[in-house]
């Protein structure tokens, strides 16, 4: 019945069920900056967890090939580095690493803060900009909550960031990470007219089937920067899904929401599935259960924090398929 309503959502999922090992995607912040441990990752982890993709046989994954072949399905799975920010300590410590192992990467910059201490000048942005490595992307003026300001507001907030880049690069970037992975179908919309992906800070492994203004990412930091669950994560591959419910990300009302999501006929031991929420501020096995081929998620109570959060799991007779959602709470 939920996807009786939910024709958009069926529409942009057209495609049939393709065995697409996917592009997982790492988000970064801070290097070798100690004093902040939930945006940081130390540069001897980094090199570290360079080796890993390495020795595994990944190969990193060119941004510009996103606007090519996004809707083909990868035989390969591929790995893509993105840092949020342009914080000094990314150029001064982790960019003449990843140019001289030629890795390449988008560099997701808010323009209000560039030239500030602590953050990266244009100049340097320029010096980047150059090397066919380097890939830069808009992440707003501000960094505000943007689900929290006026329609006016954030529109103004990302005209201002378009004018900022192409006054200092010539071009405004295709590329857009929302602050805090917070968006609502507004936002969403707006963004999908102004630029080409937009990337979250939900987890999961981006497949032909998932939205290109939804991109997930898993986020690195000293926290989770463990080199056992790093190399889980990097092992993961796409749970795709045909639809998923709501459609709409910020919940105003609609506390917990009515969560849905429908599978392809092909998929198989979907019976698998494991979800965990953190429903009550608290991370917790979800309450699932199936009615044909669509998951549902009974939460027990509302989300607390103003990001609420929501990770899948499936052994695929081996192979760990992984998707994650991330709801905006609205504040009070």
């Known amino acids: 019945m939920l996807f009786n309503c939910n024709s958009k959502a069926e529409e942009q999922n057209i495609k049939s069920y393709s065995d697409d ?9 801070r290097f070798d900056e100690d004093k902040y441990p939930s945006t940081n990752i130390q540069m001897s982890v980094f090199k570290q967890q360079i ?9 990193f994954y060119n941004p510009k090939d996103l606007k090519k072949n996004f809707h083909i399905a990868k035989i390969e799975k591929k790995i893509l580095i993105t840092i949020d920010d342009a914080f000094s300590s990314f150029y001064e410590v982790a960019w003449p690493y990843l140019k001289e192992e030629r890795i390449p990467f988008i560099l997701f910059v808010s323009t209000e803060a560039i030239g500030k201490n602590g953050y990266m000048s244009w100049a340097q942005i320029r010096e980047l900009e150059k090397e066919n490595i380097a890939y830069i992307g808009n992440h707003s003026h501000t960094h505000d909550y943007l689900v929290d300001l006026k329609n006016s507001d954030f529109i103004n907030d990302i005209d201002t960031a378009s004018k900022i880049f192409i006054k200092n690069l010539g071009y405004n970037p295709v590329f857009f990470s929302y602050p805090f992975g917070e968006y609502s179908n507004l936002i969403k919309e707006h963004i999908a007219k102004n630029f080409k992906f937009s990337f979250g800070q939900h987890s999961g492994v981006i497949d032909v089937n998932k939205d290109q203004y939804e991109l997930p990412r898993f986020p690195i930091n000293e926290k989770y920067g463990d080199l056992k669950r790093f190399q889980f994560l990097i092992n993961l591959q796409p749970l795709q899904y045909k639809a998923l419910f709501p459609e709409e990300k910020y919940l105003i009302e ?66 760990w398929r992984w998707f994650g959602v991330q709801f905006s709470v609205k504040q009070n």
């Open 254 to 319: 609609n506390n917990p929401p009515n969560f849905s999501v429908k599978f392809f006929d092909e998929q198989k031991n979907l019976n698998n599935i494991n979800c965990f929420s953190d429903e009550g501020n608290k991370w917790k096995k979800s309450n699932i259960n199936f009615d044909k081929n669509i998951l549902y998620i009974n939460f027990s109570e509302k989300f607390l924090f103003r990001r609420g959060r929501i990770n899948c799991s499936l052994n695929d007779n081996g192979t």
């Open 21 to 29: 090992k996917g592009i997982l995607t790492l988000m970064y912040h």
């Open 51 to 59: 080796k890993i993709i390495r020795d595994l046989k990944y190969s």
